[in-house]
């Protein structure tokens, strides 16, 4: 299975637009994100998890030309605001499989109400089947099974993915112990990484190394970094061994 990192970046992505700070000025091009997102690919497999607004570019850049379903982890635009560039995927395959929980369903349902709606539809728009993705209950893509992780992102109900040994986890500052106990021991975490200081919605540093080392993962991979986190070369040689800056386009094999 394959493991493409579409985007590793946080809302405003890096370089944030305007900024004079080192890392947004930086000419390393691990430091430079697009919003965050990631795509499995195996045998008869391809799932793109969340679909930001730099969704086209990464569809371009990664060469992706088959979605059998998104997965979206929660509503917010960083998210979800690429899902109108679904179009040529719709336009070779027909309706593209959208999961997430009800409430992220019907908030895209409103927002994009040109592809949700089925009455009077405009030619040029795509469709979809929406997917209501329910706590602890696990469902089937192809042949892969997925399992949600229930998790909030401040006071804001999140869903993160576990495929095989991969789990994918962003936009989360607390988890319960039923659903850490599901992720103990796998060969590959992601998990959100804002940057050091605290933040009220997020992981910082310290907290995604104190659960990195609580669930004990074969290998850990940040990701929803800011450029107040540092410059990532930087970062990288304080971290544990076990522990990587995902970035842009990186490519990981499970």
Same mark, same amino acid.
């Given at each position: ?7 590793? =970046? ?46 086209r $570019? $990464? ?16 509503? @917010? ?6 899902? /109108? /560039? ?6 070779? $395959? =027909? ?5 997430? @929980? ?14 949700f709606?089925?009455?009077n ?28 992780? #229930? !998790? ?7 869903? =993160? ?19 850490? $106990?599901?992720?103990? =021991?796998?060969?590959?975490?992601v998990? &959100? ?6 933040h &009220?919605? @997020?992981? #910082? ?7 990195? @080392? ?5 290998? !850990? ?14 970062v990288?040689? &304080?971290?544990?061994? #076990? ?5 842009? #386009? ?5």
């Open positions: 299975m394959k493991i493409y990192f579409l985007g590793t =970046g946080t809302s405003q992505g890096i370089p944030v637009i305007g900024s004079n700070h080192s890392v947004c000025l930086s000419s390393d091009s691990k430091d430079k994100r697009l919003r965050v997102s990631v795509w499995i690919q195996d045998e008869d497999f391809s799932v793109v998890i969340d679909c930001g607004p730099d969704f $570019q $990464q569809m371009l850049t990664s060469k992706c030309t088959q979605i059998d379903a998104i997965l979206f982890t929660h509503e @917010h635009a960083d998210h979800t605001a690429g899902l /109108d /560039d679904i179009r040529p995927f719709f336009f070779r $395959q =027909g309706n593209i499989p959208v999961y997430g @929980h009800q409430r992220v369903l019907d908030n895209l349902s409103k927002r994009f109400d040109y592809i709606n089925d009455e539809k405009y030619p040029g728009a795509p469709s979809v089947l929406k997917k209501e993705v329910l706590k602890n209950q696990n469902f089937q893509i192809n042949y892969k099974t997925i399992t949600p992780i #229930n !998790a909030m992102h401040g006071n804001l109900q999140v869903f =993160g993915y576990k495929i095989d040994e991969f789990v994918y986890l962003t936009d989360i500052k607390t988890i319960e112990k039923t659903e850490i $106990q599901k992720i103990i =021991g796998v060969k590959v975490l998990i &959100n990484a804002l940057r050091e200081e605290q &009220n919605t @997020h992981f #910082n540093l310290k907290e995604a190394l104190d659960f990195i @080392h609580l669930v004990q993962p074969k290998k !850990a991979y940040l990701t929803h970094i800011s450029h107040l986190l540092g410059f990532h070369e930087e990288q040689q &304080n971290l544990p061994e #076990n522990v990587y800056i995902a970035y842009d #386009n990186l490519e990981i094999k499970i």
